[in-house]
């Protein structure tokens, strides 16, 4: 209770709207509980024994492998692309950029699901893209192909806005005064532009890699087979009950709460006001 005091008062310092603050650390305490108690509940729904048997299952270490390898190519791939879009969203005013920003944000309001099958229509074997890749090789129905496309589909808003973002907050004039002194464009963007703007990058790079590890519907329609970690909590939910999914669903949480941890303290560490 002295603590929640405590915490009741550092809303109060100025002295002003104290019992409006009071009201809003009760609905945020509400919101922490709709969001938490899920989380909690079904960390300690199951025992150490089980959780630890989850790692001489086989088919479960592969699909962690698999599910964390398709989502780093998926981090890869779009960041070859989606680095420069947002460098150029970020410093350059040309007609479209409005819309070419929502474009960029589509993925996240498409359900997932819907994404699938659009992706199935694109990539699939008789797809425009499906066929052209098919040439060379690549085969994206059913394979780790398809997805790592799911996944870049949808987590590529994350690493394009948050880019964009750090871009965005790079004086300018330091970028012009390095032109001035002689240094290329890819210089200034390698020595300059990077360095300052690497956090904002990691962050989305982080988020998207985050997205796509927990990503289910738009990698179930175009590549149920191999199985990523999502698909298999379902899989074992409808073919074995609540039980038999339980341990692969806490690991989910672990590393998400993991990621989350390790971005917020380590990796992206904000200075406190």
Not at 107 to 125: D, M, Q, W
Not at 219 to 225: F, G, Q, R
Request: glycine share 8%; hydrophobic share 60%; with cysteine.
């Amino acid at each position: 209770m002295d603590k929640l005091i405590s915490f009741v008062k550092i809303f109060e310092v100025k002295k002003t709207g104290g019992k409006l603050n009071i009201i809003f650390i009760i609905l945020m305490v509400l919101l922490l509980l709709f969001i938490l108690t899920p989380l909690i509940g079904t960390i300690f729904s199951i025992s150490i024994k089980d959780f630890i048997s989850l790692w001489v299952d086989p088919e479960v270490i592969n699909s962690i492998r698999r599910t964390f390898w398709a989502a780093f190519l998926a981090v890869f791939f779009c960041g070859l692309v989606g680095i420069p879009t947002a460098y150029l969203l970020a410093r350059f005013a040309f007609p479209g950029r409005g819309v070419l920003q929502a474009f960029v944000n589509i993925p996240l309001v498409i359900p997932h699901t819907a994404a699938g099958v659009a992706l199935l229509l694109v990539f699939g074997r008789y797809g425009i893209f499906g066929k052209f890749f098919q040439q060379v090789g690549i085969v994206f129905t059913d394979r780790l192909a398809g997805v790592v496309v799911a996944m870049a589909f949808v987590g590529v808003p994350f690493l394009v806005n948050a880019s964009r973002q750090a871009f965005a907050s790079i004086d300018i004039d330091l970028e012009s005064a390095a032109r001035v002194d002689g240094a290329s464009g890819w210089q200034v963007f390698r020595w300059i532009t990077l360095p300052l703007a690497w956090r904002g990058i990691l962050n989305g790079a982080v988020m998207m890699w985050a997205r796509g590890v927990s990503e289910f519907g738009a990698v179930a329609i175009i590549a149920y087979h191999p199985k990523i970690v999502p698909v298999l909590v379902f899989e074992r939910f409808q073919g074995f009950g609540l039980k038999a999914a339980l341990p692969v669903t806490v690991f989910l949480i672990l590393a998400a709460v993991l990621v989350f941890i390790l971005l917020s303290t380590v990796l992206l560490p904000r200075e406190e006001n």
